[in-house]
Each structure stands twice: as structure tokens, then as C-alpha cells.
């Protein structure tokens, strides 16, 4: 436990709104082996330190909507490796209104996705336009019921998904991945030639370095058609078990070139597709579903753009969503585009450490995605077992960690990482000001909508830093731990 003397010793923040502002905050303090740690802080009146942020309360910042996680398969697998009890409890932090964490949002794939067991999708029959053979059968046994959990939990959780890959015969390698592999896939070498065809072009400033020059999806209207009508009956089959999806994006990473289920796009046939067929078939079929461009992972500006500027887009999307290096663009899009909304699709998801580091980096891109408008932030796996291993071999994080030998759950620095968000800056809550993490110290001011004042500060130094923000007229004088995450919440 951190004494009293020492928390007082030197983070200036200003805290006086009029009435709204309190003589005292609660601070939590997480470090790698001190997780959680509360003690009280008092304001002052003054501080010789010179503010890193000034608010008054009155900015016009963006409200927050949402925290929300992925739905997949493994992480069932991991959470059925509890007793009952232990699942309830996982469940009840991630998803209650009282847990720790208070999601109220999930994204789940349509078709098989990465962290599926193994591909699949709802209508492998190849040539069936009519969608006869479509079905749910297989999510009915996974993704299903773990939604239905966490719904017992949190009744009006919102959903909203993407695909990874088509059906395999709507694609023109009519396999699931986009690139062989011989220790991952069985799709054929000969098939790589229709990623870059001739195309020598190759830039290692961005992400990916080779642009694909085949849409992977048949270009052909009976096809394009076909899957538009597919997303609406898949919204129809899940309404049916009671599970609303209130918004869709076309294709995850339309830039991740995979060996795991996948789909490449050009700008081309990414306007093609939302603007002639599934923004009209959604409208006719679900109107009340939002579309969303998304997900988009690459920092190649011009393409974004290319697509965003096409003449239909503002009348066949509502908002963008980014993840990985898309969100390094976000920023320049948001000030270009100001009449879209912004979310957060997908948190970095890591090789499988669960370590300390892991959590400084997601804590770090909390601030940068809410610090630039983003009104949802969904994370990836909240719970994987043993080494995090996908259905294609490599490791990943997640916020709960199973041991599938003791079957016990650990949670992870990641998972305090995100509680330091997510259990006090609650839906409605204003975003008023940020400093993004360039000399490792993200700082965020968030007002809530019972118009309590909470700072979130993390120092990824190796000293103790000072910290300076001014919030009206008073003044919070404290000094972040080295490695440390913070949150300051007005009682």
C-alpha cells in the first residue's frame, strides 16, 4: 500500500467545476505485483507546477456509448474448463452492471473466425443462391449459448458482427484463407498467384506492404447479391434466438492477408459491394441494423479515403470502425469526414504473454481511440485457456486466464487495465480532454453522466513522473509510480 504522505507528494490536477467539484478523490493504483490499491487524495487550492491539460467542464467532448468483447469459440471452450461456480463469477465481472468490468456490448463473427475451432460457415454448399442449406446450427452449439450467458447477466447487452471469410465458394480461391500454408491450411500454393498477380510494389512504411489486386469475393452480381441477402438472414436467425444485432460491418480486415480465415478487398469492390448491394438489401430488410465500414486495419490513408469519398457512402454508411494500424489514420479521417461516428472494433490482442507489458499497451490504446472520438471500444478475447493458442496455431491475450490442467482463471494485468476504464467511465460519459502516450504518459479526463470528474493517468516510465492538469480552479498533487496505472475518481 502506497502511504498517504507519498500520494501527496506531487501529480498536480486541477479539479474545481463550481458545485460539481469534490474536496476529495478515491484513487486506484495498479502496479505489476499491486494491483488495485485505493486510498483518498485531497485537492488544493494551488500547485507551482504548470498544467499537461486545462478543462472547465463546459468542452465539447465525445460521449461515450460502450464497452463491449468478442464472442468466439475458444473462449467457450476456455470458460466451460471452469466449475460452475467460477464461470458464474467470470461471468457476473465481465457482464453485470455491478461487475467489475460492465460490458454491455458483443461482437461475434458471421461464419468461422480465427478463434473458431475450425472453419465453418452457415452455408457451405457450393451454387446455392437461394441460400436453401443456409443455416445456424453450429453457433447454436457455441457462440450461442455463450451470449445467452452473459445476457443472463446483462439482458440488454447490444450486439453487432463481421465476417472473416464468405462461404469458401463465393471466393474466387474458393478456400476460406486468403494465402496458403502448408503447416496451417490445406489451400493450394498455386492459388497465392491472384494476391499480387505482377504487382511488384512494395512499401515497408505501411501496413500491409503489397496491396491485393483481386477482390477475393466473385465480383459477379448473382454472387454479391447472394451474400447481402446472406448477412439479413443471418440477423433474421439470431433475432430468433433472442439475440438483436443492432449493427454489421462488411468483412474484417479486408487487409490482413491470412493463412486463417480471411477475405482481401480493393477499394473498388468494398464501394461496389456496401453501396449496390448490402446497404440497399439491409435498408429493404432490416432497416432498423446500422452499417459501419469496418473493420479497417491498414494505415494506407489513400485507400480509406478512396472509398470514404465515393459520392453514395454518406448515404450508405453511419459510421467507421478501425483497429491495428487503421487507428493510426483515425485521426486525419475523423478531421477529413467529421459526419461519420467512430469505433473502436477490435483491442490488440498480443502473442500470448499476459504480462504486465500487455497492459500497458492496451492501456495505452484506450486512451488514444476514446482520446480521438471513438464512442465504443470492443475487446478481443476476454477469456482463453493454457497458452491462448488460436485454431491456427499462434498465441494470444485475453483479459482471464485458464488453466486447463487445475481448472482455475487468473485474472490477467490486461484485465485491471481495463477496469481502471471501464468500471467508472460508464455509458454517457463525456470525454473533456487527453494527452496520448508519446513520452509514456496517457492522461484522460472524463466527466460521467452523474457529473463526477475521473482521471485516468498511466506512467509506462521507469521513474516516478510528476503529472500536471488543470480542472477549473483546484489542484490534485500527487506522483504516479513508475509502471503504475491510475484512475481518480470524484467522490
Not at 501529480?11 to 505489476?32: D, K, N
Not at 487487409?255 to 464501394?271: D, L, Q
Not at 459501419?292 to 457512402?313: A, C, F, H, K, W
Request: glycine letters at 6%.
Amino acid at each position: 500500500m502506497i502511504k498517504k504522505t507519498t500520494l501527496l507528494s506531487s501529480l498536480s490536477i486541477v479539479l474545481s467545476m463550481g458545485t460539481m467539484s469534490a474536496q476529495s478523490y478515491e484513487w486506484i493504483s495498479s502496479t505489476e505485483n499491486n494491483t488495485w490499491q485505493q486510498s483518498k487524495v485531497k485537492l488544493q487550492t494551488n500547485t507551482g507546477c504548470t498544467p499537461l491539460l486545462e478543462v472547465n467542464g463546459s468542452e465539447n467532448g465525445t460521449v461515450f456509448k460502450a464497452w463491449g468483447t468478442c464472442f468466439n469459440e475458444l473462449g467457450w471452450d476456455a470458460l466451460n474448463m471452469l466449475p460452475r461456480k467460477q464461470q458464474e463469477i467470470v461471468l457476473q465481472q465481465l457482464f453485470a452492471p455491478g461487475g467489475d468490468l460492465k460490458f454491455t456490448m458483443g461482437r461475434f463473427s458471421m461464419n468461422a473466425n480465427d478463434y473458431a475451432r475450425d472453419w465453418y460457415s452457415c452455408d457451405e454448399v457450393s451454387g446455392d443462391f437461394q441460400l436453401k442449406h443456409f443455416n445456424i446450427n453450429r453457433d447454436k452449439t457455441t457462440l450461442i449459448p455463450f451470449i445467452k450467458a452473459a445476457q443472463q447477466y446483462n439482458p440488454d447487452m447490444t450486439f453487432w458482427m463481421s465476417p472473416w471469410s464468405p462461404p469458401s465458394w463465393m471466393k474466387i480461391n474458393h478456400y476460406y484463407s486468403v494465402r496458403s500454408d502448408r503447416n496451417q491450411n490445406q489451400m493450394s500454393p498455386l492459388s497465392d498467384v491472384a494476391l499480387y498477380e505482377d504487382s511488384k510494389e512494395k512499401n515497408t512504411q505501411v501496413f500491409p506492404q503489397q496491396l491485393a489486386v483481386n477482390d477475393y469475393f466473385i465480383q459477379d452480381p448473382r454472387y454479391l447479391q447472394t451474400y447481402a441477402n446472406y448477412f439479413c438472414k443471418f440477423i433474421d436467425a439470431y433475432k430468433e434466438q433472442g439475440i438483436p444485432i443492432s449493427m454489421i460491418m462488411f468483412q474484417n480486415e479486408s487487409w490482413s492477408y491470412t493463412n486463417y480465415p480471411g477475405c482481401a478487398w480493393t477499394a473498388e469492390g468494398i464501394i461496389r459491394f456496401n453501396t449496390e448491394y448490402l446497404a440497399p438489401t439491409l435498408k429493404k430488410q432490416h432497416p432498423e441494423v446500422k452499417l459501419y465500414l469496418g473493420t479497417i486495419n491498414t494505415n494506407r490513408y489513400e485507400v480509406i479515403d478512396q472509398v470514404l469519398s465515393d459520392p453514395r457512402m454518406p448515404e450508405t454508411i453511419e459510421g467507421v470502425g478501425f483497429q491495428w494500424e487503421g487507428g493510426q489514420i483515425l485521426p486525419k479521417l475523423r478531421a477529413k469526414y467529421p459526419q461519420y461516428k467512430y469505433v473502436q472494433t477490435e483491442s490488440e490482442c498480443g502473442w500470448g504473454s499476459f504480462d504486465w507489458k500487455a497492459a500497458e499497451h492496451t492501456f495505452g490504446l484506450v486512451n488514444h481511440y476514446l482520446g480521438n472520438g471513438c464512442e465504443e471500444y470492443t475487446f478481443w478475447n476476454a477469456i482463453l485457456y493454457d497458452g491462448g493458442f488460436s485454431g491456427w496455431g499462434w498465441k494470444q491475450n485475453a483479459l482471464i486466464h485458464v488453466d486447463s490442467k487445475t481448472g482455475t482463471a487468473t485474472y490477467t494485468p490486461e484485465y485491471y487495465a481495463v477496469k481502471h476504464y471501464s468500471h467508472y467511465v460508464t455509458p454517457g460519459s463525456k470525454v473533456l480532454a487527453y494527452k496520448d502516450r508519446g513520452d509514456k504518459m496517457p492522461v484522460m479526463i472524463v466527466m460521467t453522466p452523474q457529473k463526477k470528474q475521473v482521471v485516468i493517468a498511466g506512467n509506462f516510465n521507469e521513474e516516478a513522473k510528476e503529472l500536471t492538469v488543470k480542472l477549473g480552479t483546484r489542484y490534485l498533487n500527487v506522483t504516479l509510480q513508475p509502471h503504475s496505472l491510475n484512475t481518480f475518481i470524484e467522490k
